[in-house]
C-alpha cells in the first residue's frame, strides 16, 4: 500500500514536470509558427511557472478545509481541458492563456501529496518517503524532454500539448480510483477567510521557515536555471539538434534520482543535520566542476554535462530534511506550511527561468557561475536558520 501511494503522489508531482519540460524542444516552432522571438516564447514558460508558483499558495489551505481529494480531483480536471486548449490555440495569446490555466492547475499534486506524507507518516519514514517520492517523479524532466523531441519531429508541436492532457486525463482517472483520502473530517479547518489570513501571517512571520524555504528555493534555482535554458543551452551552446534534449535532461534528473534513492537508504541511519551538511557539500562540488570545466574549455558532451549530476544528487540529499525542518515548524498546519514552502520555491523557479535564465543562457560559463551563486544564497540561509534567535521553541534546529 505504501509503495503504491508513493507512485501515486510521485505521478501527480509530475504533472507540473512534464508540462514544464514536454514542450521545451518546440519552442523554436512555436516561435516560428506565431512569429514571435524567442523571448516571447519564453514567456510562454515563465507565465506558466508564475501561475503555478501563485497557485501553490492557496492549494495547502483549500485541501487543510475541503480535503485532499477533491481539491487534486477539480484541479486535474482544469489541468486536463487547459492541455487541450493548448493543443488547439489558434493564436499566440490564447497558448499563453492556456499555459496560464495549466499553471494555475499543475501544482495541486505536489503540494498536497508533501500534505499527505505529513498526514500518515513522520520522522524518518517520512523522509524516507519523501525522497522515495522524488526518486519517482524524477523520472519526468528525464523523459519529458526527449519524449517532446520526438513527438515534435514526427507530429508537430502541438502533439507535445495532446500528450499532456492524455497525462492529464490518466491522473483524473488514477486519482479517482486510488488516491486515499488522508485528512478526516474532524481535522479539517472551517473555511472562513479571516482565520485563514491569520494563519497565512503565522507562517510569514516565522524567520526561521521563510529562511529554510528560501534554502530549498535558492538550491533548486540552480537546476531550474538549466531547465529554463535549455533550448538555447541543448541547441545553441551543444549545437545538438530537437531530439538530443536527453543529453541534458538525463544527468540532470540522473543525478536526483540517484542521489533521492540513496538518501532515501539513508535516512535511517544519518542524522537530518549531517545529510544536509552532505548533500551541501556534494552541489557545490558539482557547482564548482561546472564553472572550472567551462573556464578551461569549449562545452561539449558529456563534460559540459556531468557536473550537473553531481549538483543534482547533491540537491537530492539535502532538501528532504530541509523540508521536513520546515514541516515541522507547523504541525497543525501541514497543508499551508506545504502551500507557503512550494509556493516559494517556485516563485524562485519562475525568477530564474523566465528572468534571470535569458540574461545567462548565451554563455556555458554564465550558466556554472549562475548555479554556483544560487547554491551559495541556499547555503547562507540555511545556515542563518539554525541561529538561536530563529529557532522555534518546539523544534530543536538541526
Not at 561546472?290 to 559540459?304: E, R, T
Request: proline share 5%; glycine share 10%; net charge positive.
Amino acid at each position: 500500500m505504501q509503495r503504491m501511494l508513493t507512485v501515486i503522489l510521485a505521478f501527480l508531482g509530475m504533472v507540473g514536470a512534464l508540462a514544464i519540460d514536454t514542450y521545451l524542444p518546440s519552442m523554436p516552432a512555436i516561435g516560428r509558427e506565431f512569429n514571435v522571438g524567442p523571448v516571447a516564447v519564453q514567456q510562454t514558460l515563465s507565465i506558466f511557472l508564475f501561475a503555478f508558483a501563485f497557485m501553490m499558495l492557496f492549494y495547502g489551505t483549500l485541501s487543510d478545509s475541503f480535503g485532499r481529494r477533491p481539491v487534486i480531483m477539480v484541479a486535474l480536471v482544469v489541468y486536463t481541458l487547459a492541455s487541450v486548449g493548448a493543443a488547439l490555440a489558434p493564436s499566440f495569446g490564447w497558448l499563453l492563456v492556456c499555459r496560464a490555466l495549466q499553471g494555475l492547475s499543475a501544482g495541486s499534486g505536489s503540494v498536497i501529496g508533501a500534505a499527505i506524507v505529513q498526514d500518515r507518516f513522520s520522522g524518518p519514514q517520512a523522509q524516507k518517503m519523501m525522497s522515495h517520492i522524488m526518486m519517482v517523479f524524477g523520472l519526468a524532466p528525464a523523459i519529458a524532454p526527449v519524449l517532446g523531441g520526438w513527438l515534435h519531429v514526427h507530429f508537430g508541436w502541438r502533439s507535445t500539448f495532446w500528450f499532456l492532457a492524455g497525462f492529464g486525463a490518466l491522473m483524473v482517472l488514477l486519482a479517482w480510483r486510488a488516491l486515499p483520502e488522508s485528512l478526516p473530517k474532524e481535522k479539517r479547518h472551517a473555511f472562513h477567510p479571516g482565520a485563514i489570513a491569520a494563519n497565512y501571517l503565522m507562517v510569514l512571520r516565522n524567520p526561521r521557515f521563510l529562511l529554510l524555504s528560501l534554502a530549498v528555493g535558492m538550491a533548486f534555482g540552480g537546476l531550474s536555471l538549466y531547465i529554463g535554458s535549455a533550448a538555447n543551452f541543448v541547441m545553441e551552446i551543444l549545437h545538438l539538434p530537437e531530439t538530443a534534449f536527453g543529453w541534458m535532461f538525463i544527468p540532470l534528473i540522473g543525478g536526483m534520482v540517484l542521489g533521492s534513492a540513496w538518501g532515501g537508504k539513508a535516512a535511517a541511519r544519518i542524522a537530518p543535520k549531517r545529510m544536509k551538511w552532505i548533500g551541501f557539500a556534494v552541489m557545490a562540488l558539482g557547482a564548482g566542476m561546472g564553472v572550472v570545466y567551462n573556464l578551461l574549455f569549449v562545452a561539449q558532451v558529456p563534460w559540459a554535462v556531468l557536473p550537473l549530476a553531481v549538483f543534482t544528487f547533491g540537491l537530492a540529499a539535502a532538501m528532504p530534511p530541509i523540508q521536513l525542518s520546515a514541516f515541522a515548524l507547523f504541525p497543525d498546519n501541514r497543508g499551508l506550511t506545504s502551500s507557503m514552502l512550494s509556493f516559494i520555491q517556485m516563485l524562485s523557479f519562475a525568477i530564474v527561468s523566465g528572468v534571470v535564465a535569458p540574461l545567462l543562457f548565451d554563455s556555458a560559463l554564465n550558466l556554472s557561475l549562475g548555479m554556483m551563486g544560487g547554491l551559495v544564497l541556499s547555503f547562507i540561509c540555511w545556515r542563518l536558520s539554525g541561529l538561536e534567535r530563529f529557532a522555534a521553541k518546539e523544534f530543536v534546529a538541526a
